[in-house]
Nanobody, 115 residues
């Protein structure tokens, strides 16, 4: 059974930093690309960043230069380092694994950027 568990969200002031973690079980983690998505209140879920099985990364324009995705194939984890946070980054952040055409999601972790 595939399980994804996100941690690391919280309340942070504008300009602050957070590091999100996602631990995955039930798959051969190193074989698959992983992604982080987010969903702000009233909006659709949107892609934030992806990392391939080989470590190639992609970040959407709105977070380039501020967020960094990484992975640890020993601990079956994917991370999202978020710096210079803005109020518009407020959302529930979800970890994603797409395997054989099936999307697997965690329950999400809430990030609130506010003074």
């Amino acid at each position: 059974q595939v399980q994804l568990v996100e941690t690391g969200g919280g309340l942070v002031q504008p300009g602050g930093s957070l590091r999100l973690s996602c631990v995955i079980s039930g798959i051969s983690f190193r074989l698959y690309a992983m992604g982080w998505y987010r969903q702000a209140p009233g909006l659709q879920r949107e892609l934030v960043a992806t990392i391939s099985s080989g470590g190639a990364i992609n970040h959407v324009d709105s977070v380039k230069g501020r967020f960094t995705i990484s992975r640890d194939n020993v601990n079956n984890a994917v991370y999202l380092q978020m710096n210079s946070l803005k109020p518009e980054d407020t959302a529930v952040y979800y970890c994603n694994a797409a395997i054989g055409g099936v999307n697997y999601w965690g329950k999400g972790t809430l990030v609130t950027v506010s003074s």
